[in-house]
């Protein structure tokens, strides 16, 4: 990132006249230009760098330990890409390059971020991809089912069930236990009164 910032931020050119050193556009925007391209450097990389940090993490679940780490790092990035376009873009030592050119002649000025702000652009893309994809693509547990859809009996090898299986409902009579009332006979019903029929 450090390397693009040097190579797409705008150049601000400055002239020597006589002692002093001059901006040869006071009215330039060039400055603020190389702010905004930090910035949507950092946004692209940020994409980037969700996006990669989402498929890594994606078949064992993110969390967040991955939004964290995202972020800490992003923000590292965007520190360290700031210290190295500085350093490999024009030198700061401004007096020592205008007596090097001479007067009359002109150099750039040193590559510098002047919305530190846009040291927050990468950490912050990158979380709001992450979450954005973690919610519409991420990996969501079963929800446990209503307790009304729960079976209301009792599943094999449950011990409630067996003691129900214990548990013996009283039988009914067999026919052949319920004996049928027999009538007297003859002779029993003439014992009974006293006489005697004749067969």
Do not use: C
Not at 57 to 78: E, H, K, Q
Not at 89 to 109: L, S, W
Not at 149 to 155: G, L, N, R, T, V
């Amino acid at each position: 990132m450090g390397l693009l910032w040097v190579w797409l931020a705008p150049e601000v050119p400055l002239v020597v006249h006589g002692q002093q050193v001059l901006y040869v556009d006071p009215e330039g925007e060039q400055r603020a230009g190389a702010d905004s391209v930090f910035a949507l450097l950092g946004a692209g990389i940020g994409i980037l760098t969700a996006a990669a940090a989402f498929l890594a993490t994606r078949r064992r679940g993110g969390g967040i330990a991955v939004a964290v780490g995202l972020a800490v790092g992003a923000l590292a990035g965007s520190v360290v890409a700031w210290k190295l376009g500085v350093a490999l873009g024009p030198t700061t030592d401004v007096v020592g390059h205008a007596k090097q050119v001479g007067d009359g002649h002109g150099f750039n000025e040193a590559l510098a971020l002047g919305a530190k702000g846009a040291l927050l652009v990468w950490p912050m893309s990158a979380m709001v991809v992450l979450l954005g994809l973690s919610a519409a693509f991420g990996r969501r547990e079963e929800d446990p089912p209503p307790y009304y859809a729960e079976p209301q009996w009792s599943q094999p090898g449950d011990p409630d069930a067996a003691a129900d299986e214990q548990i013996e409902a009283p039988t009914k009579p067999s026919v052949e236990q319920i004996e049928a009332p027999t009538k007297p006979s003859v002779e029993e019903n003439a014992d009974a009164d006293g006489t005697r029929q004749p067969k």
